[in-house]
């Protein structure tokens, strides 16, 4: 299938915009792309309003407006000139990106998605939906009986994903991944957390 990433940005829950990455949902290639976008966010041009900083910080990953999104966007009656800054020479691609500034295609790319990201740029929020978690009950039972859940590695994953908590996120699974691990467990040892590789 080709594990299809959405990554969409919202201001207090209301969508704004996404793109779609073939290829890209997989947790470590996620997480890379979701702290570029973050990492980006203090060099948006402060004069744009929410929907412009979220086209502008989902164009600067590669992301490009496509032929069916253009269709959207007529059909819409959207005026794209607040976005003039989104058209370049570069084709739109779907490993790259495929950009969505209308209704249409942002459901039409969320219908794609097999792992999605969402940040919000008004609270400050961000649900990073590219990795799996289980009971360890459950997952014994269903996956890998045979497993030896002692040697996993202990991540502590529990709590509110914020701009502020994200380093930590991403820097604890990253370790993990790095090391060639794509399981962990929570600290009180009933959780199981599966990466995707």
Known sequence: MGQRLVIQIVHNGEPLANAYYHWSAYTGSSLELTN?????????????DPKQKAVWLLFQTGARLYPN????I???NIDMAPYQFAYDE???DRNSGLLSLSQHGM?????????EVTIDIGNEEIDFGVYWTDSVDNFLEEYAEDENINDYPVINLDYQLTFGTWQRFYDSIMQILDSGNYHAISPDRETIYQFIC
Do not use: Q, R
């Open 36 to 48: 570029y976008i973050l990492d980006l966010i203090d060099n948006v041009d402060e004069k744009y």
């Open 69 to 72: 999104e253009m269709i959207f």
């Open 74 to 76: 007529n059909d819409e």
């Open 90 to 92: 570069k084709e739109a």
């Open 107 to 115: 459901e039409e790319s969320l219908g794609w998605a097999e792992g």
